[in-house]
């Protein structure tokens, strides 16, 4: 059914794992739909009590595939994918938790904005090179990351694209701990199984009271506007030349 997920469910816990290990788990268009499609069943399956999503090989994802982002890609494929799957995530009423290792970039980072746990080896690597290739912030990180860690501390990370440490999105709230490397799953699944104990009904009112009036709607506007940016900078020759400069290894 997955072609670039694995997804299994035991005892009430769904597990999604990107798994495309031998480019970083990075996600292309197919991974984008294989992802939606899991959040879609996960919400819809009345056996889904949590959800843990992870990487596959002790990496969470480089990010986007950024062959999809020439222009012989399907840009317009990535533009929906991106829109599809922060849909997915807005509606999902089940508690989420993260398990990352390795490293988390782009969306892989943006992701810890739409999550309710989130657990991440010591030596993970986060980025948001958004800048460094020349396109617009996604995943209402525009917007959402200044909300979660202040103004210059989003500001610092959108626009230099630097790496930042587990340490440092632990100190900000952005996940709930910097473990062992290794042991982030072994956590998360701690944590899922903490959850299982509590009431399903309780747990989803408490994540919906906890989201502002027309949240929905508002990611899904605020995801709109960044894609628009986000395509028409594809188009320019700074950008394919900057895409095309990180495709051939270089900086």
């Known amino acids: 059914m997955y072609q670039d997920i694995e997804y299994s469910l035991e005892n009430g816990i769904a597990l999604i794992t990107l798994n495309r290990p031998k480019v970083l788990n990075a996600i292309r268009i197919q991974t984008y739909k294989d992802i939606i499609a899991a959040l879609n069943t996960c919400e819809q399956d009345d056996d889904v009590k949590v959800v843990v999503m992870t990487g596959a090989d002790g990496k969470f994802t480089a990010g986007n ?68 290739i020349g396109v617009a912030s996604e995943g209402g990180s525009s917007v959402l990351l200044k909300e979660a860690i202040g103004a210059k501390n989003a500001a610092d990370l959108l626009l230099t694209g630097r790496f930042f440490s587990a340490e440092e999105a632990e100190k900000w709230g952005l996940i709930n701990a910097a473990v ?15 959850l299982l104990k509590n009431s399903e009904g309780s747990m989803r009112a408490i994540k919906q009271l906890g989201k502002s009036e027309g949240h929905s709607e508002r990611v899904a506007k605020m995801v709109k506007a960044e894609m628009d940016e986000f395509y028409d900078l594809l188009q320019t020759e700074d950008t394919q ?10 900086k």
Do not use: C, W
Not at 81 to 109: D, Y
Not at 180 to 194: T, Y
Not at 241 to 250: C, E, K, Q, T, Y
């Open 65 to 132: 595939d950024l062959r999809d982002l020439l222009p012989e890609g399907d840009q317009a494929g990535v533009s929906e994918g991106v829109a599809n799957i922060f849909a997915a995530l807005t509606a999902l009423s089940k508690p989420l938790i993260l398990a990352q290792e390795g490293v988390a970039v782009g969306i892989g980072a943006n992701l810890l904005l739409h999550a309710d746990l989130a657990y991440a080896g010591n030596s993970i690597r986060y980025s948001l090179p958004f800048a460094k």
């Open 180 to 194: 062992e490397d290794g042991s982030a799953l072994e956590h998360a699944m701690k944590a899922a199984n903490a």
């Open 241 to 250: 030349a900057r895409i095309n400069r990180v495709l051939s290894g270089g």
